[in-house]
Structures are given as structure tokens and as C-alpha cells.
């Protein structure tokens, strides 16, 4: 048995919730993007470097329980978390540091819960995810392009009274703003949504927002299809439709995907209109001030790329131990998949002869996001080695 080792934290400066080593009062972090997901090593009090999502859709700091054991992170009493698909239960862990190099927040809560099955989705090791209660200490700048975090000292950098400006309302600690949707390129549906840098979809609307406004009656007969994903708290389930344009600040967004949901609880079954994902947000800078309520954007290189979701029909899912077994978990009906004969279960063993573990789900996830693309499949089947051949078709 692997000897549990505690991770101590550090004395906070008197009187200070954080700190930025710089004199400038701001500090740049490269981060990594997977599945438009921004990925950031962060020590939790003094441990080794942790990768964790960086998530404004997150009310709270999550760790892995199953990571917080192993560094002796010990909580009382049990909490549920709300998160898509539903909601589940852990244990808090109070006051601990959060720190990335020359970033620290002190008296921080972590939520821990177990994301050893959203790790097999995500095809990598979660640590967990930092949110709003570590952001909402700083003025953060968000670079997609050049992969960069910038933390400003609100004392030396902040949105007040600066033009060209967003209004950001907060809503149990989450960032909210205005979006106009239209359907048909007439009729505008406007509400406040979330600015969510968590979320790999487009742009989602809430299952009681949709039912209110009847979007799923104004729906095409054709072109929409059925979509599962997986979230903090179980599976997920979308209508996916192209519709005819969002506005979000001054910048009208033309022919974006929607995914409208289907859950009857967690985040998809709530209250709130609906979020703003990070497949819309890479294709800006955003600046999120949270105490002067402002949110600035924007357009990089990526803005007028075509909006574009999986055109193959496979779920797909990787093993825990070493993340580079790549399974099968579903297949859509009448997709290029199922008519490739692709099953439930199968074992993607090579693409184009290269090992598909070495390409992994991010890389897989964006080959599959090309319209007419082909794709030579190496299957395994029990103990029946095949082969497929898998043409993308675009679904909306």
C-alpha cells in the first residue's frame, strides 16, 4: 500500500487572500488547451504541480477525492455538487492555498468528489477544477491564441468605467451576460448566460429556458441530431441544431451550433438560460472582472472559423490505468459510424495505421470534426481484429 503523504500549506501574508510576485502587478501563465478546455499545473497548498481545468463555470474548487486521499487532504461533514447530468456527493476540505508559479489565493475551499470515470472521458488525469472562488481574487486576462493567463492585481489594472465594455452579472459566484439567440434570423430571444471556459460545446441552452420559448417546436424537421456527453455528475443529453445567429457584446455570430438540453436535472435542468462554452470563447480574448462587473472581448484569428461538431457518431472513451486505450462507448444511430458497422464496446487500435493511444481524444475529437474526411479504422473485437473505413458527414 502507497504510503499517503500531507500536503501542508504555507502561512498567508497577513491580512492578504493572495498574492501576484510581481512588482507590475501582473503575472502571465502558459496554459495548455484540450478540448478547448484551458489546463493549468496548480499546487494545492505545497504539492507537486496538479493539472486542473481552469473553469469560470465552476461555483466551486473541485479536487479528485481519490487525489485528495492520496495527499492526506482530510474534510469534514459531506456536500453535493451540482453539475451536468446531475449532481453528486463528497467531502470539504477548508482553508488550503491554491498556486500556480507567481499566483497564489490563500483561505481557499476544495470541494473533493470523484472524477475517476469523467478522467476515462476526458482521456487524461483530472486533478480537478479551479473556479470562481480562486478567479474572482484578480482581473484575469484569457489569450486562447497564444495560450496565455494574465493575473492583474485589481489595484492595478481593472473594467471600471473603460469602454467598449461587457456587463457581467454574478450569480452564485458564476459570470453572466447577455446574449441575443436567433433561430430563424428574425426573431431575437435575449437572456443572461454563462460565461463558461469548462464547457467543450458551442453555445447551450437550458432545458426550462427551451420549454419556455418553445425552441424545440421552431426546431427544422431535418438537421438536428441527438447527442450524449458526461459531466460531473453523470451523462448528458442535447438536441444539436445550426441555427441562425447569436449576439454576444457587439458581435454577431453566424451559423453556430446550439445544443439544446435534455436533462431533467443538474446544470441542464436549472433555472439559468443557458451557458456560453469554450468551442465560442477560443475564438477571443477575454478580459472577466468580477468586482467591477465587466467582461471585455476580443476577435482573434480563430473568429470566422466555421462552427463544427462530431461528424462520425462514435462516444468514444479511453481506459484509466494509462489513458492511451481508446473504446468505443457509443454509436450513434444512422451515423457514418454505425453504417461502418463500428459497435459498442470495440477497441480503436489504429487511424490511418497510426496508433490511435498516441493520437488520443483531443486529437481524435478535433479529426472527426472534418467534413468528407476518411478515416481507415484498425478495430479490435474480442479477440477479432477488423477493419472499418469511416467518412465524416456533417450531421447539422
Known sequence: MAQQRRVTSTPPPEGKNFRLASAKGSVKVPFELFEDGILLQFRINNSRPIWFFFDTGASVNIINESLAKKSGLTGSGVTSVEGSGGSTSGFVVNDVSISLPGVEAYHQTLTAILLDQLSAYEGREMGGIIGNPFIMNFVVEIDYARKVLTFYDRKVYNLAGEPDTIPLEARDGQPFVKVELSMNGRDTI??????????????????????????????????????????????????????????????????????????????????????????????????????????????NASFNEPFEIDMSGLNLMSKPDDFRVIQVERVRAQSPAAEAGLRQGDVLVTINRRPAGELGLDKLSKMFRQSGRTYLLTIRRGAQVITARLKMRRAV
Do not use: C, W
Not at 436533462?263 to 480574448?285: P, Q
Open 190 to 299: 435575449s437572456d443572461l448566460f454563462m460565461i463558461d471556459t469548462g464547457s467543450d460545446r458551442i453555445f447551450h441552452v437550458n432545458r426550462p429556458f427551451a420549454e419556455a420559448h418553445r425552441l424545440m417546436a421552431a426546431l427544422p424537421g431535418a438537421g438536428t441530431v441527438e447527442t450524449v456527453g458526461a459531466g460531473t455528475g453523470g451523462q448528458t443529453r442535447f438536441t444539436e441544431v445550426r441555427v441562425s445567429s447569436l449576439r454576444l457584446g457587439g458581435y454577431s455570430i453566424t451559423r453556430p451550433v446550439i445544443s439544446i438540453s435534455q436533462d431533467a436535472e443538474g446544470i441542464g435542468a436549472s433555472d439559468n438560460a443557458g451557458i456560453v462554452g469554450a468551442e465560442l470563447l477560443r475564438r477571443f480574448t477575454l478580459v472577466l472582472d468580477y468586482q467591477s462587473k465587466r467582461m471585455r472581448l476580443k476577435p
